[in-house]
């Protein structure tokens, strides 16, 4: 049995790698295959192009494992870079030896395990999925999205509510904006209270006014029992306060959210899991 030096890993047929229908570069699998037998690599280091390799963040990736040590590049989208990484091999197996990717790839090379440092040698911020301790982001979609009662702001970027203050009611023929005054002040004037600023609701981040429009939204369907929903948030409230730490309102506010639709069946904790997963991976793009 051969005994390898390297493999070349290339991502051909993943979620992202090569599929130009989704605007990703193609992957030209002939050049990969024919610079490998024309570099008579065979035995030497192999090649396997398939699927995906799982950095879903990025997109045609490729994974270069040398005499041990592993390098990974993304955006390998053209011809020359396919050759520069040939180049790169070659130069390792003359030098007899692994060497830092050269000027051509450099700004390709990025790491994927735990026990990489970057190249560049920022501090890394590394996802622990496993140790989550704030609740987790999740986005719903669908009708429910669409029925919210939070919309975007010129500006793209803020959600605005029509929702007026506690202190001044609405107008008699908004019906709409009568139910959302009667549901926010249900919620009083204690912790539960949404935050506010000169009488107007605040969000600090796009995510926190559309899980705040889909619990309205699926109140004003009848599918959220807002009773329920207050008093899971009061909860949550006062699960927070009692671990110490920073408090984050709307982090209070989604775990209610969940907690009361999968309670109902609405929603799996499964799918919760799941639906995290992707976004804190780069599986899913996030919705504004």
């Known amino acids: 049995m051969a005994r390898f030096r390297g493999q070349l890993f290339v991502c051909a047929t993943g979620c992202c790698c090569g599929r130009t229908g989704d605007g990703f570069a193609a992957i030209s699998t002939e050049l990969y295959h024919g610079e490998w037998e024309r570099r008579r690599l065979r035995n030497v280091v192999h090649l396997t192009i398939g699927g995906c390799l799982g950095p879903c963040a990025l997109a045609n990736v490729a994974l270069l494992l040398f005499d041990g040590q592993a390098q990974w590049f993304h955006t390998i989208d053209s011809d020359a870079l396919v050759r520069a990484l040939y180049d790169h091999i070659d130069a390792m197996l003359a030098a007899d030896g692994c060497l830092p990717p050269?000027?051509?790839?450099?700004?390709?090379?990025f790491t994927a395990s735990t026990w990489q440092a970057r190249p560049d040698g920022q501090p890394v911020d590394d996802f622990r999925p496993r140790r989550r301790v704030a609740a987790p982001v999740v986005f719903l979609t669908g009708s429910d999205v669409a029925a919210a009662a939070c919309h975007a702001s010129p500006d793209g970027e803020s959600p605005v509510?029509?929702?007026?203050?506690?202190?001044?009611?609405?107008?008699?023929?908004?019906?709409t904006a009568t139910r959302l005054h009667a549901l926010l002040a249900d919620l009083g004037v204690t912790a539960a209270a949404v935050p506010r600023r000169n009488g107007?609701?605040?969000f600090d981040e796009p995510w926190q006014g559309r899980v705040?429009?889909?619990?309205?939204?699926?109140?004003?369907?009848g599918r959220l029992p807002w009773e329920e929903f207050r008093q899971a948030l009061i909860a949550e409230i006062a699960a927070a306060e009692a671990r110490g730490g920073e408090f984050r309102y709307y982090h209070a506010w989604l775990a209610a959210f969940e907690r009361?639709?999968?309670a109902r069946g609405a929603v799996r904790p499964d799918e919760l899991e799941e639906a995290t997963f992707q976004f804190e991976f780069g599986e899913r793009d996030e919705v504004y």
Do not use: I, K, N
Not at 102 to 109: F, G, Q, T
Not at 166 to 171: D, H, I, L, N, R
């Open 102 to 109: 050269p000027a051509a790839l450099a700004s390709h090379h």
């Open 161 to 175: 509510c029509d929702a007026p203050s506690t202190a001044t009611a609405p107008a008699d023929g908004d019906a």
């Open 200 to 202: 107007e609701l605040v």
């Open 212 to 221: 705040f429009g889909m619990a309205v939204a699926l109140s004003e369907q």
């Open 260 to 262: 009361v639709l999968a």
